[in-house]
């Protein structure tokens, strides 16, 4: 039987001295690099992509709540109305 261990890195440095921190609101958990001093997350979740923003932005312009946005995509009304304003809609 073979055993895997993965280690884990800063994100920022690249080094190895790390402890768990935690957890953030979403579950994730939390580590704080002790050689840079950096918190957050190991694997933070993928931002969206541009096609997948048009696509968001063009359902919000077709009349479409910014709850039903939320509820249909996954997307954060907070994060939607960040969207709109560096768009200019």
């Known amino acids: ?4 261990t993965q280690v884990h890195t800063c994100r920022k440095c690249q080094s190895e001295d790390l402890v768990k921190n935690g957890t ?11 050689t840079c001093g950096t918190y ?4 933070p979740k993928q ?3 541009e096609e997948e ?9 077709e009349r479409a709540s910014m709850r039903g946005i939320e509820r249909i ?7 939607l109305s ?5 768009k200019g809609g």
């Open 1 to 4: 039987m073979t055993i895997k």
């Open 24 to 34: 953030n609101a979403s579950g994730s958990p939390l580590y704080h690099c002790k």
């Open 40 to 43: 957050g997350v190991l694997e």
């Open 47 to 49: 931002r969206y992509s």
């Open 53 to 61: 923003k048009e696509i968001i932005i063009k359902a919000y312009q």
């Open 73 to 79: 995509h996954g997307v954060c009304r907070q994060t």
């Open 82 to 86: 960040a969207w709109l304003k560096d």
